[in-house]
């Protein structure tokens, strides 16, 4: 399954000198030139300049300008009045003023020709030229020299990824190599000890990581043309043979292999070893080459935390920068590329001191591990709108009906939603199920757009916390994480109650606690199936998406006629939260097509 990595804010600058003509007119409103004194502002003042002018503008993008085209950008881009003029995207002041955003004083020694594809298949992955320029950037604001930076790479072996270490060169001079098969930092400890004795005096390290795959001229992925071969390869070789020692590891067709007692083979060994958590999650993927690297770097991941919570005390008094990713390769005589999937700062004591991703929401791949096939909020919603969109439906008719449970952590996935079809009804009460019921189904059929149609996304809500423990999440300003969710887990006690021998309770008088004595009485006829379970909370958002089903097909089947003459696509499935700073995800388990008879018609996804 591909996952959306930092969706929409990772935009590439490449080329954007081609928005527009230059002999567009200039607007007359609000223009800033402000001259010799603006250019002797630090590169810092000016990125927070850049930061208030242009807000939507992603920390990523921010990141990567050079001082000449901040300068170009707050010289001759109009800026917001006092009355609320006029507010321009940097890329539609670019466009109006002919302004090209190629990068500054910072030059690579590879490609920087872009290669679309590859940002087709990973959505945010930087060119090197503006990876290496966002790296820069970044650490000099956070106090790093580059005479003093030592880097440390731990890539894979295959030369098709020396042009971003050659990159880095170019701005920190030589990097300490860690990396092996597949880009994990087989140098281990040892290594990154070693490296910390390199370390300029007073200086800190950038490790950068990742595994990589290519992305040949037909777009394919997990294959490149390599300099002098006519035909393309696999890319990256260690993690497509890793790949495939897993599946059938997975399938039962072979049995785990010890790791060899000889350094002939280890490496491999090991590679494939540490891809055996992800077996499942591979298989399900809808791309099993788009999704491997991506497993690739929750493994290495959690190799180089290891490494440097063991190691950290070797950096001295300085810091340690650590960026991960995955390396994108390209045919020859284009860019490679990189998505950044985390990038934090930490002391010498393993201290986490700043996530420069922070604001970004980014990845959370602990949800693949237990909900195999979780779509990320904005992937969602892409493909929904385009199976609707296939199917005669268009946003300016379209009423999203959403019933998810009242629970704050929910409401991203329908601001997602908002972004495509303007706003939502609301069905939803305690733990997700419609309690708004055939009336509030009617009412809000009531409402939509002359000659249009109604999407119905329901479903309940789990949390999986930063261990990747299911059933609880770190919510906002709590130092502690909760149950995720409340209504869900207290409906699950009572069950098990009654599943041993206690009475049932009775309709309360008092309306306050109707809505939960029905999150339990619908839960009731799974009591079996979720004392039954290896996981409990992994078990009990299944039970309520078949519960919520029910009532669901009940309310659609009984209120159908008032749609008109549109029709009722009803998405179902389950919502999963994250931490903060990481994507929502959505594990969509049915989604089908009714007219207004209330008859089902298609299954539109099956």
Not at 42 to 63: A, G, H, V, Y
Not at 334 to 342: C, I, R, T, V
Not at 462 to 488: N, P, Q
Not at 504 to 532: S, T, W
């Amino acid at each position: 399954m591909k996952i959306t990595a930092l969706p929409l804010l990772f935009a590439t600058l490449s080329g954007a000198a081609a928005f527009a003509p230059s002999n567009v007119a200039r607007p007359s409103v609000g223009l800033n030139m402000a001259g010799p004194a603006l250019a002797e502002k630090s590169t810092r003042d000016l990125n927070q300049m850049i930061k208030q002018s242009f807000p939507e503008m992603s920390f990523i993008k921010r990141k990567s300008l050079s001082k000449n085209k901040m300068l170009s950008l707050l010289s001759n881009t109009p800026k917001v009045s006092a009355g609320g003029k006029v507010e321009w995207a940097v890329e539609k002041g670019a466009a109006t003023f002919g302004l090209s955003l190629d990068q500054g004083p910072i030059e690579t020694a590879s490609p920087t020709t872009p290669f679309a594809k590859a940002v087709e298949a990973f959505p945010g992955a930087l060119t090197n030229l503006e990876l290496v320029q966002m790296i820069d950037a970044t650490l000099s604001e956070a106090g790093y020299d580059r005479e003093k930076t030592l880097v440390a790479c731990s890539l894979c072996c295959d030369e098709v990824n020396r042009p971003l270490e050659t990159d880095l060169a170019s701005v920190y001079t030589s990097n300490f190599n860690m990396g092996g098969l597949a880009g994990f930092p087989f140098g281990g400890a040892v290594a990154f000890g070693a490296m910390s004795a390199h370390i300029p005096d007073g200086g800190s390290t950038l490790m950068v990581y990742g595994p990589h795959v290519g992305v040949d001229s037909k777009g394919v992925v997990g294959s490149v043309e390599r300099r002098g071969r006519k035909e393309g390869g696999a890319c990256c070789g260690s993690a497509v043979a890793a790949s495939g020692y897993v599946a059938d590891v997975f399938a039962g067709k072979t049995e785990k292999a010890p790791i060899p007692d000889d350094a002939l083979h280890a490496q491999q060994a090991y590679v494939g070893d540490m891809l055996l958590p992800y077996a499942e999650r591979l298989e399900s993927a809808d791309d099993k080459m788009v999704e491997l690297p991506y497993a690739l770097y929750d493994a290495q991941s959690d190799m180089v935390e290891r490494i440097v919570q063991k190691s950290c005390g070797g950096v001295t008094d300085g810091q340690i920068a650590v960026l991960g990713g995955i390396q994108v390769n390209t045919p020859e005589n284009y860019s490679d590329y990189f998505l950044p999937l985390s990038f934090e700062l930490y002391d010498n004591e393993g201290n986490l001191l700043e996530d420069f991703l922070s604001n970004v929401n980014k990845p959370f791949n602990k949800v693949k591990n237990t909900f195999p096939g979780a779509l990320s909020n904005a992937e969602l919603v892409k493909k929904v709108s385009m199976t609707l969109e296939s199917n005669g439906f268009t946003s300016e008719k379209t009423l999203v009906a959403t019933s998810l449970c009242c629970d704050e952590v929910n409401r991203p996935l329908e601001l997602e939603f908002n972004d495509k079809y303007n706003t939502n009804f609301n069905m939803g009460g305690l733990a997700g199920f419609p309690f708004g019921g055939a009336v509030s189904f009617g009412a809000m059929a009531a409402h939509i757009p002359d000659g249009g149609s109604t999407l119905m996304v329901y479903g309940p809500h789990v949390g999986v916390d930063s261990t990747g423990a299911v059933g609880t999440v770190e919510r906002k300003g709590r130092a502690k994480g909760g149950a995720c969710c409340g209504s869900a887990v207290a409906a699950s006690g009572y069950v098990a109650s009654v599943l041993k021998g206690e009475e049932p309770a009775a309709l309360p008088e008092d309306v306050i606690d109707a809505q939960q004595y029905f999150v339990g009485k619908m839960l009731l006829p799974y009591a079996e199936q979720l004392e039954e379970a290896d996981d409990k909370m992994v078990e009990l958002p299944y039970a309520l998406y078949g519960a919520q089903s029910e009532l669901v097909t009940r309310i659609v089947e009984g209120g159908a006629s008032g749609v008109g003459d549109g029709e009722i696509a009803v998405l179902g499935g389950i919502q999963i939260n994250t931490p903060a700073g990481f994507t929502d995800y959505y594990m969509p388990l049915s989604f089908d097509l009714y007219n207004n008879k209330g008859e089902k018609t298609k299954a539109l996804w099956s």
